[in-house]
């Protein structure tokens, strides 16, 4: 039997954790996580649905997300696509988590909790961006927080410029969205309006 299909089986191949894997993990945002979250720019949203999961990237100015309080974070949510596949979830399920990612630091956050979706006016407006205040704003009920150890960016080397991939050598989305639809949609066309869109409709 090569599947492992028990939490028995599942301990017996990695052991016990060690004591700092276990004691990291606190119910609310201490101060030393709160200079982690108030200095990303970028986390990563994972929600569960009942026919779908989610994981979504979200990024701002460093801080984006709020911290209300040490139990309560605030992150609002920015123009999209309009496919709203986390808050779709979250109707359904409130369970979410959240991985941030600073760039140039190894270590990451995570923080599990359950969010409510708010569109309460004077929240929007205190999220705005050159006028423009989100759709809605998450408010999440902090569950655990902990940071995650750096082997994975290591193994990565995800900061190294050296190793950054040129775009050039990647399918553009008009070239993915062309390929998908025979080229009704996308194409050469798609790919150069991009920029000015994304510019008109970043907030």
């Known amino acids: 039997m090569t599947t492992v299909a028990t939490i028995e089986q599942l301990e017996a191949i990695y052991g016990a ?17 709160a200079r982690y979250i108030e200095a990303s720019p970028f986390a990563v949203l994972a929600t569960a649905g009942p026919d ?21 974070l605030m992150l609002p949510d920015r123009h999209g696509n309009n496919r709203i596949d986390s808050l779709r979830n979250i109707v359904a399920d409130p369970r979410v ?11 990451t956050l995570r923080v599990n909790g359950t969010a409510q979706i708010s569109v309460a ?26 940071f995650q150890c750096a082997r994975a ?11 950054h991939a040129d775009p050039k050598t990647l399918p ?11 080229a009704r949609i996308g194409g050469e066309a798609y790919d150069k309006a991009w920029p000015q869109r994304a510019k008109e409709t970043l907030w």
């Open 97 to 107: 988590a959240l991985l941030f990612l600073i760039p140039g630091s190894g270590v």
């Open 153 to 163: 960016l290591i193994r990565s080397d995800l900061w190294n410029p050296q190793h």
């Open 17 to 33: 954790p060690a004591e700092p894997s276990l004691v990291k993990e606190t119910d609310h945002v201490t101060p030393e996580y």
């Open 52 to 72: 779908r999961l989610d994981c979504s990237p979200r990024g701002d100015k460093p801080g984006f997300v709020r911290i209300a309080d040490p139990r309560t």
């Open 121 to 146: 006016p004077h929240l929007l407006d205190s999220f705005s961006m050159e006028g423009k205040p989100p759709r809605s704003v998450l408010v999440i009920a902090v569950r655990s927080v902990y």
């Open 172 to 182: 553009s989305a008009g070239q993915i969205l062309s390929a998908i639809t025979n």
